[in-house]
Every structure is written in C-alpha cells, then in structure tokens.
C-alpha cells in the first residue's frame, strides 16, 4: 500500500508550488524549511535556484540604532509608491527564536502587513547547514523564485555575519549616523568593502558635514573602482530625503546592468557561496572523524609520544 501523501505544510515541493501561486502561509513555512535545514530545505533550494535570478536584492547594514529598520520601512513605502512589490528578510543573527515573528524595533513595519505587494519575515539560524549567512542566500533565492522583483535585506549590525549577509547583496547600503566615528572604528574597512551606497541617516543632527568628510576621505584612500559609492543624507523617521536614497540605488543597479558588472558579482557569489558549502561539508566530515575509534588510537599515540600531531592529522585526513 503506497504511502500517503505528505500534507502541504511538510512537503517541500507542495509548498514550493504553493507559494508560487500566490499562497503567502506556504512561502513563510518555505522560509521556515531553509531556515531548519536538512533534505528538505535543499529540496526547497533545488527548487528555487531554477526560478530565481530574476529579482534584485538590496542589503543594508550598519551600527545598531543607526536606523535601519526605520529606513527599510520608509523604502518599502516608496517602492510601493511607484508600484512595486517587495519581500523582506529582517535578519538576527544573534537569536535562535525569531522564526517568523517581526523582531523589537522591526514592528513599525507591520503597517505594511496587510498589503499584499509586501511580504516582510524576520530570519535566525536554527541549524542550516553554513549558519545564516547561507541560509540568507537561499532565502532571497526563495522570495525571487516566488515572483517578488526586490528583496531588502536587513541586518541587526555590523559584526562579520551581517557583513557577509549584507555583501550577499547585489547593492549593499551602509547606513550611519552623525558623529559615528570611534563607535565603528573597528568595522570601517568591513563597511568600505562592502558598501555601494552610503547613507547618513539622522541628518537633523550636528555632525553630518564631518561625518560625510570623514567618509569622503575613507573613499579617496581606498582602492579606485568603475563605481564611487555615493553620500546620501536623510531623515528616515520623518521620511525626508529616502526617495534620494532609492534612486542611488537605483542609479548603482543601472550603472551595473549597464557595464555588465552584476552578472560578474552574480557569478562571483556563486562561487563564492560553493567554496563556502563544500568547506562547511568538509568541516562537518572532519568532525565526524573526531568521534571515531581512530582518533582515540591516534590521540593515545600521540599523547604517549609514539606520532607527532601532524603525522596523526595526516592519519585522520588521508585516511592511512
């Protein structure tokens, strides 16, 4: 007697279809698959790479309280201003218990919960495969192949998780604000890195020349490249000046589709993101070996000084 059916609320490929279809409770149980990990979530991802590719995702980043979520919010209102659709992946790498839920200074954009040209969801780590720097990249891949034009992509900070998160990106923005100086000392070649648009948010405060000066000066020093991020300012929390802020990014995606350069940085995370899977999968097989009779022979030679540790390493690893 076959089987019967998976229900659609655990089968990967039944809510993949589903969510295709406009089912907006079967993308957020999507979303949760990738983000657990396992057959099924690579089931997902198999799925989705094949449909993907032809949204534009749009990462920002920065210190906390720098903004972000403020400025997010007022994006989404102006992409849906000019009628676009928009999903968004509010990322904490720090949480193992958002799941679904909108996270703390994130609930502002409940306002755009009942509108169906935006789809918003707040991301953590709970056992994919690479941590969520991965599982990010799947998910954009997820909202794209669903048919959402543009993903925004949101992180909690600055810390070399939600750089690689924010650069997974095809325009990351780098958000600060007035007088940021010794606050981020530490992460500023990160940022400069990364950074495709740079936004000084909270621009009704003192400090915003010194503060633009102080960025234009970090560009000059850096390596020189076909793109200069521009310096926008603005007030996210009043609104003023965001639509500058989208039409730099806009202006950052045409002068890439225009020179070739984001099919370039496309096939440049892929690769990136392979040599990234296949040194995670070689992580996890080396510490099975860790566990192994093996090891506990090679450990008690060793620490009886019959095999030095590189000998017992080759041991291990080539499996003599």
């Known amino acids: 007697m076959p089987a019967p059916p998976r229900p659609i609320r655990r089968d990967p490929e039944a809510l993949f279809k589903a969510a295709r279809e406009g089912d907006r409770t079967a993308l957020a149980r999507m979303l949760s698959v990738i983000e657990r990990g396992g057959e099924d979530a690579r089931t997902v991802g198999r799925l989705a790479f094949v449909e993907s590719g032809g949204g534009y ?9 720098a903004g972000k979520s403020t400025l997010t919010d007022r994006l989404i209102a102006t992409i849906r201003q000019g009628g676009g659709e928009v999903g968004v992946l509010a990322v904490d790498p720090s949480s193992p218990y958002s799941g679904g839920a909108i996270l703390g200074d994130r609930v502002r954009m409940q306002d755009h919960a009942l509108d169906a040209g935006v789809f918003i969801r707040s991301m953590a780590s709970r056992g994919h495969l690479g941590g969520l720097s991965l599982a990010t990249r799947e998910a954009i891949r997820a909202l794209e192949a669903v048919g959402l034009p543009l993903v925004l992509v949101e ?16 325009t990351t923005v780098v958000v600060v604000n007035p007088g940021w ?7 500023k070649a990160g940022l400069l890195e990364i950074a495709d648009v740079f936004v000084i948010n909270k621009a009704d405060r003192d400090g915003v020349r010194e503060t633009e000066q102080d960025l234009r000066r970090m ?8 793109w200069t991020p521009p310096i926008v300012s603005c007030v996210a929390a009043t609104g003023s000046n965001v639509e ?7 202006s950052h995606r045409a002068a890439q589709e225009g020179d070739g350069s984001l099919v370039q940085r496309r096939e440049r995370r892929l690769e990136e993101e392979l040599r990234e899977i296949v040194l995670r999968r070689l992580e996890v097989q080396a510490w099975a070996r860790l566990k192994d009779d093996r090891y506990q022979e090679l450990l008690a030679d060793l620490l009886e000084r019959r095999v030095d540790p590189y000998t017992a390493a080759a041991a291990l690893t080539e499996g003599d």
């Open 57 to 65: 995702a749009v990462g920002l980043t920065g210190a906390p309280g």
């Open 155 to 170: 992180t909690v900070g600055v810390g070399q998780v939600e750089v690689e998160i924010a650069g997974a990106a095809d």
């Open 181 to 187: 100086g010794d606050a981020v000392q530490a992460n």
């Open 219 to 226: 560009l000059e020093m850096s390596a020189p490249s076909a």
């Open 244 to 250: 500058e802020v989208w039409a730099a990014i806009e």
